[in-house]
């Protein structure tokens, strides 16, 4: 009877093992990492491998997920570049506002957080795009006379284009995908 509470707590190492697997979200994996490596320097601690217990503690779990946390916050991030003058709040345009809003809807979904890049112009907007320090660009192409905007977004990454291609709704902007390596030919 004792050695109930043993049981449970050794059973609770596969079941966060198996929730941590299913997990989409990024962030709720790490907090479930971090459970995880708990259950697992309880249960050493419990058994009395002390030092294997503080072992856990420190470097699987504290160490680890601060070490993730990192990864995950960094490699999450859409760089979208723009021309300064769109990138400035107070001379943003309703329809320029609107596309941003309808791009970090669809990011969201996928954990992606959103980066405007300002540019001062299209040749440096391009010249990033081909040199990879940015995921994508968004430039005003043409305004029609009813005062609407058009705005061409030009895509390197095939995945970022096909989640985009499906997932956005709007008629401001035009998708392109631009294969980076064909590109850096021309510039060459």
Do not use: W
């Amino acid at each position: 009877m004792n050695d109930t509470y043993l049981y449970l707590i050794i059973a609770l190492l596969p079941l966060t093992a198996g929730i941590l697997i299913t997990q989409t979200n990024p962030y709720h994996a790490l907090v479930i990492r971090g459970v995880l490596g708990a259950v697992a320097a309880m249960v050493d601690a419990v058994l009395g491998a002390a030092d294997v217990a503080l072992t856990e503690a420190l470097m699987g779990t504290m160490l680890s997920i601060t070490l993730y946390a990192v990864a995950v916050r960094s490699s999450l991030v859409l760089r979208l570049g723009v021309m300064e003058n769109q990138a400035i709040a107070k001379n943003q345009d309703g329809d320029f506002q609107q596309l941003i809003n309808e791009f970090r809807n669809v990011f969201n979904k996928y954990y992606l957080r959103l980066e405007l890049v300002p540019y001062s112009n299209r040749e440096t907007l391009q010249r990033a795009l081909i040199e990879k320090e940015i995921h994508a660009t968004c430039a005003l192409i043409k305004e029609t006379e009813q005062t609407h905007k058009k705005y061409q977004t030009t895509i390197r990454v095939q995945r970022i284009y096909n989640i985009m291609e499906s997932a956005l709704s709007t008629e401001k902007t035009s998708l392109n995908y631009i294969n980076v390596l064909d590109s850096e030919e021309k510039y060459l």
